[in-house]
């Protein structure tokens, strides 16, 4: 079945450090993939996404790239902010026939240090 | 506007009783999702609806899980006789509709833990 795998984490980081969190996944067709991301004390928010090959999702400084090739949605930023201190996770959707259901990796969480 | 609320956000149970969490979804959303987040689990679909009807019920864990929705608004997953392995955090989302460019607004989360 439709799998993702991201990287563990923690994750720690100065600010300013560059940021990637690798995301590879496993599904039949064309699956739309997304980037959610869990502040503290906070609910879940749509980060970024993404719904064909090639594509990219971008916000708040964040990339992602759809890699059909390499089945992968690498988040990257090129400077992280303490701000960003959060859990990311990546997920897909298989939008085939009844399927709306989101499938989601394990989550990276994140921590920026001043 | 309001966002999508869940209630209640901490239940505390006893094994073998049944709980009842409530979800209403943003205003106007026609498609509503649960999902459950364990530790060590990660985040699993348990049931969507479009409308009242539930097109995919595939991730409810047992016959033990159910969930309704009425008037196309707000939606009750119940568990009877829980078990330990139900603690979780269960998160609600609405959206437009089922369309992949529309977008999962998620609400905060019941943490049930059951004793």
């Known amino acids: 079945g439709d799998s993702v795998t991201q990287m563990e984490g923690p994750v720690t980081l100065s600010e300013e450090a560059f940021l990637t969190i690798n995301c590879t996944y496993t599904a039949t067709g064309y699956p739309s993939l997304f980037w959610y991301v869990q502040y503290p004390g906070e609910g879940l928010q749509l980060l970024l996404k993404a719904t064909k090959a090639d594509d990219k999702g971008s916000n708040k400084g964040f990339e992602a790239t759809y890699r059909k090739e390499t089945t992968s949605f690498h988040l990257e930023k090129g400077s992280v902010q303490v701000s960003d201190s959060a859990v990311y996770f990546c997920?897909?959707?298989?939008?085939?026939?009844?399927?709306?259901?989101?499938?989601w990796g394990l989550g990276t969480s994140l921590a920026v240090n001043p | 506007g309001a966002g999508v609320s869940q209630s209640p956000s901490n239940k505390v149970t006893e094994k073998g009783k049944d709980v009842e969490l409530r979800c209403d979804p943003i205003s106007g959303h026609t498609a509503l999702y649960w999902y459950r987040q364990s530790l060590g689990q990660g985040l699993e679909f348990l049931i969507y609806?479009?409308?009242?009807?539930?097109?995919?019920k595939s991730g409810l864990p047992s016959d033990r899980f159910s969930a309704e929705r009425t008037g196309g608004s707000v939606s009750t997953l119940t568990i009877q006789r829980t078990q330990q392995e139900d603690s979780a955090v269960y998160l609600c989302?609405?959206?437009?509709?089922?369309?992949?460019?529309?977008?999962?607004?998620f609400g905060p989360g019941t943490r049930l833990t059951v004793t």
């Open positions: 609806f479009q409308g009242n009807s539930a097109p995919d």
């Open positions: 997920a897909l959707r298989n939008n085939a026939g009844n399927n709306r259901k989101l499938i």
């Open positions: 989302a609405s959206s437009v509709s089922t369309g992949s460019n529309y977008e999962q607004y």
